[in-house]
């Protein structure tokens, strides 16, 4: 992410749940702000993101068993304000900025395909565009955009189902004006979304997709503002 003079940083640092503790691990190979990614397997994948300078279309792999970094074929679209989730062994890139327009993309990344020389290809965009952190989870086998911006902010929640590459409109967010730089993570069959960029932000909010409501839950104990969130065994950690 960025230090306190918003330059864009290689730091990478891990936390151990058992012992509650970090410690360093190996440097990025780049810097990079704005970034998203996600855990296939035993492998981290970091994609896209700003240098300080433009937006980057690089992927880096981080090997949690060697722990080493590596290099991947370039995503289609560079961006930063993007959000990424997994689904059966898939990532879906989904929105952000170009540096010119808000993005309506989603580009998936394969780690056993070949799409013609790549492991990359587009699926379905997304209905509305989206970046600035919307949040993005999956529960069941199928992904949930949450809030963001565009032109203004939006409290709208839209299904994606790879195995239709269809979307579907769900009901609006819980909590209406702390719509984006929020973050959101699944547990047990249902998404949870915290913070954002409002006076809201120690919100916390669930969402069950099977009803397709919303509920608040205990708020945060601190405010948070473009967080990332993340569930382990039976905890979230934000």
Known sequence: NFNSAWDPLTTHEIFDTVAN?????????????????????????????????????????????TQTWSELPRCLTARLYHSCAVVDGRAYVLGGYDGSEYLDKNDVFDTEADFGGTRW?????????????????????????????????????????????GWQQKADKLTPHNNYEIAASSYDGKIYVFGGDS???????????????WRARTPMIGSRTSPRAITCGDKIYV
């Open 199 to 213: 006076g809201l932000a120690t919100a916390t909010d669930e969402y069950d997709p099977l009803t397709d409501t």
């Open 121 to 165: 290809t587009s699926r379905a965009a997304i209905p509305s565009h989206r970046q600035k952190h919307h949040a993005v989870a999956s529960v069941n086998n199928r992904l949930y955009v949450i809030g963001g911006y565009y032109g203004g902010y939006t409290s709208s929640v839209e299904e994606y189902d790879p195995s239709t590459n």
């Open 21 to 65: 503790s970090w410690s360093t691990g190996p440097a990025l190979p780049q810097a990079r702000g704005h970034a998203a990614g996600g855990l296939i397997d035993s492998k981290y994948y970091l994609i896209s993101g700003w240098d300080d300078i433009d937006a980057r279309r690089e992927v880096f792999e981080y090997d949690t068993q």
